[in-house]
């Protein structure tokens, strides 16, 4: 297996399928990667060799990815918190926060149901 931003990507795959495994790289960053690296995107992950994975690994470093990206991430829903903003508010109650309804679903977010005393009527 190929590592790549400490991320063991799968030899079975294709490679661009294989670097969405990669924390912050989606299909069309996967593209943009391998046209910069001149790598076609059809081959698969274990056909690469090291020269390749090289100049794969180099084009991801270009990008905020992995570590960094996570905290990136963390740092602005902090900050959300911090200021008060609506956005924060929801992710200080653990409620959905892009204004989905919580009325009979979003048990993602919320968890398990919390039986309420007395509400049977």
Known sequence: ????????????????????YIYGV??????????????????KAGELSNEELVKIRDE???YITEGDLRREVNMNIKTKMEIGSYQGNRHKRGLPVHGQSTRRNARTRKGKPKTIANKKK
């Open 26 to 43: 989606g299909r069309s960053l996967s593209n943009t990667i391998l046209k910069d690296a001149g790598i076609d995107k059809n081959r």
């Open 60 to 62: 991801v470093n270009k």
């Open 1 to 20: 297996m190929a590592r790549i931003k400490g991320v063991d990507v799968p030899n079975n795959k294709r490679i661009e399928i294989a670097l969405t």
